[in-house]
């Protein structure tokens, strides 16, 4: 029996692995940190706290998995770059990867990130541009990732690791871009934006929870890039928002300086994701923007 534990179940990405992993036959287990009235009654629900290593040891040997994927990290925008929170994690991640292998786990994967590599090569490769994280949040993911790949080898696991590049849904950061120009439109007030020059891949989150899912249920190994593959200007992105809304009157482009140290291109290369793993999105931009605008239309109705 495939038996999986999902940590950071009730996030951004995990709520939507969930029915897909169920859908894969696995037994899912997921982790929260306490009960909450939107969870998913079809799975079995954890309570702990992921950065106490005695709850890990506590809830693997109650779950005893055979396929672990880890997506938990600090996520807050706008401070995760920098966080000391992001060293608690790689310890964190260390202690619940020696639990799940103690307790008799075979597969595992992890959300890794497109900060490990090196912004300046523009196309992102596994196996030819060069890692090297500018930020505490790249470089922590970046260590994680290669004392996992040692350990696992040591210690006869499986291993993958799924590199997230720029996500979009339901459920996101209301302070993220797509959600915040949905947000204002919706609300009819002006989005202040960047000039929105530069380009970058973009991927709808339930395309990245299904990518998660077929890695996860395959024998793939080392680092795989969850991505489209496709570069477009942020621009492009926010004016297509702004169509779908039919307020493009409502953008404010220029309103806002871009970032400091901005790259001009950064773009997933997915030749693994595609031949090796043969998976791709399932969603377009317009479809995945849609989605994400009834979602939001919801959730504000809600207030």
Partial sequence: MKKVLVTGASGFIGRHCLPILGAKEFEVHAVATGPRSDLDVAVHWHFADLLDGYEVRVLMDAVRPTHLLHLAWYAVPGRYWTATENLDWVAASLDLLKAFANHGGSRIV???????????????????????????YGTCKHALRVIVDAYAAQNNLSAAWGRLFFLYGPHEYPQKLVSAIIRSLLSNERAKCTAGDQKRDFLFVQDAASAFAALLDSNLQGPVNIASGQAIAVKEVIAKTAELLSRPELIDYGALPPPPSEPSLVVADVKRLKEELRWSPS????????????WWRGELAQL
């Fill in 110 to 136: 992890i959300a890794g990130t497109c900060a490990e590599y090196d912004w300046s090569e523009g196309l992102c490769s596994e196996n030819a541009t060069q890692l090297a994280p500018s930020t505490l």
């Fill in 283 to 294: 969603h377009d931009l317009t479809d995945g923007l849609l989605k994400t605008i009834d």
